[in-house]
C-alpha cells in the first residue's frame, strides 16, 4: 500500500489536497477489492478474475505486482478447473481453455517484471517467484497442446502462436532447471509443427524462425531443408535458394529433390554450363559418392543425351552395383533411344533388309534395357512404378510372351 501511495502522489503532483485525497482513497477501494477477489479463487475463480480485472485494467493500482499475482491466481484456478472437467469427460470450450492459457502465461510475465522492480530503497524483494515458476511450468504443456488443437482445426495461425510460446518457455530462465533433457525432444517437435503452420499460412518467416532448430532431428531434417529452401524462393532469394540446394545435395544425398530442383532451374534458365560446372565441382569434391556420378549422367539424359548419360550410368554401377536411380535411367535411357530410332526409321516403304537391321538394333537397346529393370525388381519389388511397365516393355518387344504375360497377372 506505502508503494501505491507513494505511485499515487507522483502520478497525482497537480492535484489539489481535495483530489489526491480523493485518489487515495480510490486506491484503497481498489485493493480492498483484489483482496476480496483473492478470496473468491477457490470457491469461485471466474468471479474473482471478473473483480481483479477492474484492478489490472486500472492504472491506478495496475502497477502494483500483488493485483496480477491474484489476477493470474484466477485465471489459473479457471484453467486447472476446465482441465479436471475435461478429464472426467466434461464438455469444455476448447478455444476458451486455450486462449486462457496464453492470457495467464503473458499476465505471468507482467507480474514476475512489477514483482522484481527495486523499493524506495532500491531493493529488490521479490514475492510470487515461485508460483509464477510453477504457473509457467505446468502451462507450458499447455501450449502444445493448444498447438495440436488449433492445428487439427486448420487454425493455423493460432497453431503457431502455441508452438511459438511453448518454444520460448522452453528458453525461460526460471524453467531451465525444470525441463528434464528428456523433454527436449518436445522443443524440436514444437518447432517443426511451427514450421508446418508457416507454410500452410505460406508465411515463410515463421518457417525460417525455427528451421534451424528444428533440424536437430535427424530424421526430418531433410524435409526441414526442403522447407527452408521453398522459404527463400518463395521470398525471392534466389542467391540464398541456390546455396540451399547445393548444401542439400551434399547433407542430403539420397533426397532427389535438391538435385532434381537444382538441375530443373539451371536447365530452365539456360545455364547449362553452370549445371555441369556443378556437377564438376560436386565430383572433385567426393570423387568417391557415387550419387555425384549420377548426376553427370542424369544432366545429360536431361538434354537428350543419352550416350553420355549411359556411360555415366554405367561408372555409377561400377560404384555401386545396386545404384536403383542409375538403374532406372540407365533402362530408361537405352528405352528412348529405342523410341527415338523407331520414330527415325518410320517409313511407307518396305525394305525387308532394311526392317531386319532395324529389329536388331532395337533388340539390342532392349536387351541392353532388360537386365536393370529385372535388377530394379529384385532391388525394389514393392515399387513397381520403377520396373513393371518397363520390363513390360522389354519382354514385350523380344518376343519373351511368356515373361511379358506373367508380368500382366502382376499389373491386375
Not at 469444455?92 to 514476475?112: F, H, T
Not at 517443426?192 to 507454410?199: D, K, R, S
Not at 536447365?267 to 550419387?291: C, Q, V
Request: glycine fraction near 4%; charged fraction near 25%.
Amino acid at each position: 500500500m506505502t508503494l501505491l501511495l507513494s505511485a499515487a502522489i507522483a502520478f497525482g503532483q497537480a492535484l489539489s489536497k481535495e483530489e489526491l485525497k480523493a485518489q487515495k482513497k480510490q486506491i484503497k477501494a481498489l485493493m480492498v477489492e483484489a483482496k476480496s477477489a483473492e478470496k473468491l479463487i477457490l470457491d469461485n475463480p471466474d468471479a474473482a478474475l471478473a473483480k481483479i480485472s477492474t484492478c489490472t485494467e486500472n492504472p491506478l493500482v495496475n502497477g502494483d505486482a500483488y493485483v496480477w499475482y491474484i489476477k493470474t491466481q484466477a485465471l489459473k484456478a479457471i484453467i486447472d478447473r476446465d482441465n479436471a472437467s475435461r478429464a472426467s469427460g466434461g464438455q469444455i470450450d476448447m478455444n476458451k481453455l486455450y486462449s486462457n492459457c496464453v492470457q495467464l502465461i503473458s499476465e505471468l510475465e507482467i507480474c514476475d517484471s512489477l514483482d522484481n522492480l527495486p523499493d524506495k530503497k532500491g531493493k529488490v524483494a521479490p514475492k510470487y517467484t515461485e508460483f509464477i515458476k510453477t504457473a509457467l511450468y505446468e502451462n507450458r504443456n499447455q501450449m502444445y497442446n493448444g498447438g495440436s488443437y488449433f492445428y487439427n482445426q486448420k487454425k493455423y495461425a493460432e497453431a503457431f502462436s502455441q508452438f511459438d510460446k511453448f518454444v520460448e518457455l522452453s528458453e525461460h530462465k526460471y524453467l531451465a532447471e525444470l525441463i528434464q533433457p528428456a523433454e527436449k525432444v518436445y522443443n524440436v517437435g514444437a518447432a517443426y509443427n511451427a514450421i508446418l503452420c508457416g507454410m500452410q499460412l505460406e508465411d515463410y518467416s515463421k518457417v525460417l524462425k525455427y528451421a534451424d532448430y528444428a533440424a536437430q532431428d535427424e530424421t526430418k531434417a531433410s524435409t526441414i531443408y526442403r522447407y527452408k529452401a521453398t522459404a527463400y524462393s518463395a521470398m525471392g532469394d534466389t542467391v540464398k535458394w541456390v546455396d540451399l540446394l547445393k548444401e542439400g545435395v551434399v547433407k542430403y544425398p539420397k533426397d532427389p529433390f535438391f538435385y532434381q530442383t537444382l538441375i530443373s532451374y539451371y536447365d530452365n534458365s539456360g545455364k547449362r554450363d553452370e549445371l555441369n560446372a556443378l556437377a564438376d565441382e560436386l565430383m572433385a569434391s567426393d570423387p568417391s559418392n557415387p550419387l555425384f556420378v549420377y548426376l553427370k549422367g542424369y544432366i545429360a539424359q536431361q538434354q537428350n543425351d543419352y550416350e553420355t548419360a549411359i556411360t555415366w550410368y554405367k561408372k555409377t554401377l561400377e560404384m555401386d552395383p545396386n545404384y536403383v536411380d542409375a538403374h532406372t535411367n540407365l533402362g530408361r535411357a537405352y528405352i528412348a533411344q529405342a523410341q527415338e530410332y523407331s520414330a527415325s526409321q518410320s517409313s511407307t516403304k518396305i525394305d525387308r533388309a532394311k526392317m531386319k537391321k532395324d529389329k536388331e538394333v532395337l533388340n539390342g537397346l532392349f536387351s541392353a534395357a532388360l537386365p536393370h529393370f529385372e535388377k530394379l525388381r529384385e532391388l525394389v519389388p514393392e515399387d513397381k512404378s520403377l520396373w513393371l511397365n518397363s520390363l513390360t516393355n522389354c519382354y514385350y518387344n523380344l518376343n519373351m510372351i511368356d515373361k511379358m504375360k506373367e508380368l500382366e497377372k502382376l499389373a491386375e
